[in-house]
């Protein structure tokens, strides 16, 4: 299976199932449209044909004739040989094994705070309350956690936990606490903590800033760009404007920590779908980790996206990768977390096939110990999966996210993106399709635009590297 597009003046070609790139001329790019269904003779007929019209004959560096429509076969017949192109698919059966394999818990989202400062309008965690009540996660509760994921991660060394919210700050004592135990721990069970903190940056300061650059892998900095956009959906509790608060803390933990291992994530709405001047206008505040996310939200909502913003949208995508590419030229590059993909090795096939392991390896963890498939299942009692005390209990519900995977998924099996989005959020997919196995249809169409900008980035990053 492969995959054709056309992308700042790249005739693209991608190989589904080996991963490999291809950037190729006019001619073979047509050829290998029509390769898999017609007969090598119609298809050199059909190039002889289009290739002597005056309009296409220029895009081509020389003449048409049958010879070089032969030479062109034979490139693709020896990418084909060297297992680039037209590859078969190894993973299919794979998945079958996925039910009866032994998964271990690698990572938590500790839920240390829910409750939050901010009223920001598209929260799905309900201004931290997630369908319930207000609570701040104790130290005997978190500690249980940590021992529930030293206890689960089987021979895994390398654990993650990502204090989340809510806004974890709020019970930031808390979080101090459950550090040190876990660097205890660290050396009792041989194992290594890698800890990360999300927050909005209302209550940061000089003292919780030292402790993340001491403590914290990644800080996850919650900003949606522009002062004007930024304020209307995130407000403070009272409507005042969260913007003028945390830029310049946000700059200045960016800064701290030498512009790497941190992100600012921001959000984008049907409010502003031109949103690549809001990922530019963070990247001219001089932050270089940045991540803007399409909002998921219910249809009737305003501010959701809706099938008309859709091509917007890809043009902004378009547009975002193209000025990311004049910038490194320039010398004056960032990051953009969603054009960021790896050509060469790449994921486990276990992560390619069924994504970021919600419900089996990866859980969150409510103030009060009850155990999710991830932090957006949280609140939901058909996805309560267990405790802290007891261990996972809802083994019905954990072998469904056991079997979650891209061949499970009707629209992802022949998708071309599938082996990069690994099928995409299961919460999303659940919250537009009522199954797991379903999916939320724009955020597909978004989430190919977005591997097709960032293969066409690794493409010009290659010439680059060439020209250097």
């Not at 990866?362 to 999710?372: E, N, Q, R, S």
Request: charged share 30%.
């Amino acid at each position: 299976m492969i995959h054709q597009y056309k992308s700042n003046g790249h005739n693209i070609v991608l190989d589904v199932n080996s991963g490999s790139v291809h950037v190729v001329d006019e001619l073979v790019y047509d050829i290998l449209a029509l390769y898999e269904t017609e007969s090598k003779e119609e298809i050199t007929g059909k190039m002889l044909e289009k290739y002597q019209q005056p309009m296409y004959a220029k895009l081509l560096e020389e003449p048409i004739s049958e010879e070089l429509v032969c030479e062109a076969f034979s490139e693709i017949e020896e990418l084909k040989e060297q297992g680039t192109l037209f590859t078969e698919d190894i993973y299919r059966d794979y998945v079958f094994d996925f039910k009866s394999r032994k998964t271990v818990v690698k990572a938590l989202c500790l839920h240390i705070a829910h409750d939050c400062n901010l009223g920001c309008k598209y929260c799905f965690a309900e201004e931290g309350e997630y369908k319930g009540r207000r609570a701040m996660m104790s130290y005997e509760v978190g500690k249980k956690a940590l021992d529930f994921l030293i206890a689960n991660s089987g021979e895994r060394r390398n654990l993650e936990v990502d204090f989340f919210g809510g806004e974890p700050t709020m019970n930031f004592e808390v979080v101090k606490q459950l550090v040190a135990y876990g660097r205890e721990q660290e050396k009792i069970h041989d194992k290594n903590f890698r800890f990360t903190l999300t927050t909005n940056g209302i209550l940061l300061d000089d003292d919780i800033m030292d402790f993340a650059n001491k403590e914290m892998s990644n800080v996850v900095l919650s900003l949606d760009g522009r002062k004007e956009v930024n304020d209307r959906m995130r407000p403070t509790r009272n409507g005042m404007s969260s913007y003028d608060v945390i830029v310049p803390k946000f700059k200045k933990l960016a800064d701290s920590r030498n512009q790497n291992n941190y992100y600012v994530r921001g959000t984008f709405t049907h409010h502003n779908t031109d949103f690549a001047e809001d990922v530019l206008h963070m990247a001219d505040l001089g932050f270089e980790q940045i991540s803007v996310e399409p909002v998921v939200a219910p249809l009737e909502a305003d501010y959701a996206l809706t099938e008309d913003d859709v091509p917007v949208v890809c043009a902004e995508y378009d547009r975002l990768a193209k000025e990311m590419i004049r910038r490194k030229k320039d010398g004056s590059c960032f990051n953009f977390f969603h054009f960021m993909i790896d050509l060469t090795g790449g994921p486990c096939v276990a992560k390619r096939l069924a994504g970021c392991g919600s419900g089996t390896e990866y859980l969150a963890v409510t103030p009060w110990g009850d155990l999710y498939p991830c932090h957006q299942f949280v609140g939901n009692e058909d996805f309560l999966l267990g405790n802290v005390d007891d261990g996972i209990v809802n083994t019905e519900v954990q072998n469904k996210f056991k079997l979650c995977n891209v061949y499970a998924k009707e629209k992802c099996k022949d998708c071309f993106a599938r082996f990069y989005c690994s099928g995409g959020c299961a919460a999303n997919a659940y919250n537009f399709s009522g199954d797991i196995n379903g999916a939320y249809d724009i955020g597909c169409e978004l989430q190919k635009k977005r591997i097709e900008c960032a293969i066409m980035v690794k493409v010009e990053e290659a010439l680059m590297d060439e020209t250097n």
